[in-house]
């Protein structure tokens, strides 16, 4: 099994978001109503956002609405299967959402390395910003990788959780509640939580 999760999406979405035909879902989980979206291609169904839970259901909704054309409530097989496994997760049964397809061609090619290493971190450890600017051959980028992740639209799928500062550090989360949303998706995934 697989699994990811979502942060807030910042300003990184380039194209309308309407040009693709995106459509999302809102469902339950352990950690609050979360929200995932997709679009259809040749290719099969791809991932375009996923939203971790805001303060409330309705501005989880809003925040993924802002970046997603249409609401569905019947998604296709693959999606309704993600989201199962995104619930199995956050419940502590942990999976790897790697097989998941994404589509991230609007974002920057270096943003899209840093997800490709950071989708390569197994649930249960870390990395720090700096170890993956080293693995990206680009040593002194750590600040671009943390900027890189601050924007990433498909966070626990892309798990930006599991990306943290030099002396085990937390570094930043931009999903609703920060460094303690961090640090509850770290604790379902077993990490020892004196990062924060």
Request: hydrophobic content about 35%; aromatic content about 6%; proline content about 7%.
């Amino acid at each position: 099994m697989n699994g990811a999760m979502l942060s807030r999406p910042g300003p990184l979405r380039s194209s309308a978001p309407g040009n693709r035909n995106d459509q999302y879902v809102l469902f339950k989980t352990a950690i609050g109503t979360c929200a995932v979206a997709w679009t259809t291609a040749e290719s099969g169904t791809l991932v375009t956002l996923f939203q971790l839970p805001e303060a409330t259901e309705d501005e989880t909704r809003c925040r993924i609405s802002r970046f997603s054309a249409r609401r569905c409530d019947a998604p296709p097989r693959e999606i309704s299967a993600l989201i199962s496994r995104i619930g199995a997760h956050l419940e502590g049964r942990l999976c790897d959402f790697n097989d998941v397809q994404l589509e991230l061609t609007d974002e920057p090619a270096f943003a899209r390395s840093v997800y490709d290493a950071a989708r390569k971190i197994p649930p249960g450890q870390t990395c720090t910003y700096g170890q993956i600017a080293k693995q990206l051959g680009q040593p002194n980028a750590a600040r671009a990788v943390g900027q890189a992740l601050g924007n990433n639209p498909i966070p626990l799928i892309v798990p930006c959780h599991r990306v943290v500062a030099a002396a085990r550090k937390g570094g930043g989360f931009s999903a609703h509640g920060g460094l303690k949303t961090k640090a509850r998706l770290l604790t379902i995934e077993r990490v020892t939580n004196d990062l924060f």
